[in-house]
């Protein structure tokens, strides 16, 4: 019995702790922290109107006196077409610009400090901008600020002026360079027409009228003079002979009867003989050299005369008529031809000066600051403000 009425007082104690608590409280304890009550935030924001309301106004009023404070700065635009020559890759001409625009950008970004970085505060006049176009090659365009477009103008003229005399260096070096060769190929023309064609054609003319006439004469001379003159040489030996052999037999057959009678003349008549006799050895071994002197004008002479006279005929006139003709009909009109390709390639489109695509781009408006869009935010953050101060109020209030 005391255990039951122990447990009914317990359960009746916690009943009473239960309905002690306020109905309030626990409708107000929030189950789901991401559910937000609208209609409460939009109840609070009307309390808070006024805080809202001054703090959006402030800060509109501070952004209206930035505007009013800030000076106005107007801005010039120009786009430069980089010049270019065109080359030969792989059969096709494509486009060899003066300076490549990347690299041109890059040095104005850092020569004109475009990102502000070193640039004074009260700066007024200034290179804003450089942009290179991703879609068309070649170009590229500044942005200068100014506190009027003159001012943005003068000081867009400085970038422009410098690339464009600089390119216009590049573009002078180049025409040089192909005058100098123009000027070097005519030089060659007149050369090969002045010296190098007259030579040949002299060395021609001696060839036909001197050096091959005076081979044939002496392969006339040989045939018709040297020849049958030694001939006539060795027929008179032979004759000679002949009288001499005939002159030693009557000596000798009358030498037998003089050597009992008369023997002093029959040792003179020996003597005689043995004189004939060697005139007559004499004779005989000059034959012999003049029928050889014979043969080798025939056997080599001659033979070595045609060879020379056919190879003048058939190789060295012919190279030089060849080497005179390729001059005439390929070197020479080569040269010309090469002289038109380089005169046409310094002309445009083949080489283009760098220029402006137009004049200087200026509006009648300030570029900056941009007071409607500056205003318009400023009114933004100052509501977006105003309400973050409401809820902290709140909260405060709340803490309190």
């Known amino acids: 019995m005391g255990k039951q009425n122990y447990n009914s007082e317990n359960m009746e104690q916690q009943q009473q702790q239960l309905i002690a608590v306020p109905y309030e409280y626990i409708s107000g304890c929030n189950l789901d922290d991401d559910t937000i009550d609208l209609r409460e935030l939009w109840r609070l924001l009307l309390k808070r109107k006024k805080t809202i309301f001054l703090t959006t106004i402030s800060v509109f009023l501070a952004s209206l006196l930035y505007l009013f404070l800030a000076p106005s700065l107007y801005d010039a635009k120009a786009t430069i077409k980089i010049g270019h020559t065109m080359v030969t890759n792989n059969g096709r001409l494509v486009p060899t610009y003066l300076e490549d625009v990347k690299r041109l950008k890059h040095y104005l970004d850092i020569a004109y400090d475009t990102a502000g970085k070193y640039r004074p505060d009260d700066t007024t006049t200034f290179i804003s901008e450089v942009t290179v176009p991703r879609k068309v090659g070649g170009f590229i365009s500044i942005t200068a600020m100014g506190l009027s477009n003159e001012e943005a103008i003068s000081e867009l003229k400085k970038p422009v ?63 018709k003079k040297t020849i049958p003159l030694l001939e006539r040489k060795i027929e008179d030996a032979r004759a000679e002979i002949m009288t001499r052999e005939k002159t030693v037999e009557k000596m000798q057959s009358n030498l037998q009867n003089l050597t009992s009678q008369y023997p002093a003349v029959a040792s003179i008549t020996t003597s005689q003989i043995s004189y004939n006799q060697a005139a007559i050895d004499r004779l005989k071994f000059n034959i012999i050299e003049l029928q050889e002197k014979i043969n080798r004008i025939k056997r080599d002479k001659i033979p070595a005369l045609e060879v020379q006279r056919l190879k003048i005929l058939k190789e060295t006139i012919p190279a030089k008529e060849s080497q005179l003709k390729k001059i005439k009909e390929v070197t020479i009109p080569g040269m010309e031809a090469e002289i038109k390709k380089i005169e046409i390639s310094m002309k445009e489109p083949y080489l283009v000066r760098t220029r402006l695509v137009t004049q200087f781009l200026t509006h009648d408006y300030p570029a900056k600051p941009r007071r409607i869009l500056i205003a318009a935010a400023a009114l933004l953050a100052g509501l977006l403000a105003g309400i973050m101060a409401a809820l902290f109020r709140e909260f405060l209030a709340k803490q309190n």
Do not use: F
């Open 161 to 223: 002026q410098e690339i464009i005399t600089r390119h216009n260096a590049y573009y002078e070096a180049i025409r040089t360079q192909k005058t100098a060769k123009i000027t070097d190929l005519r030089k060659k023309i007149k050369y090969n027409q002045v010296t190098v064609i007259p030579a040949i054609e002299a060395g021609l003319d001696l060839l036909k009228t001197d050096q091959l006439k005076k081979i044939e004469k002496q392969i006339s001379d040989l045939k």
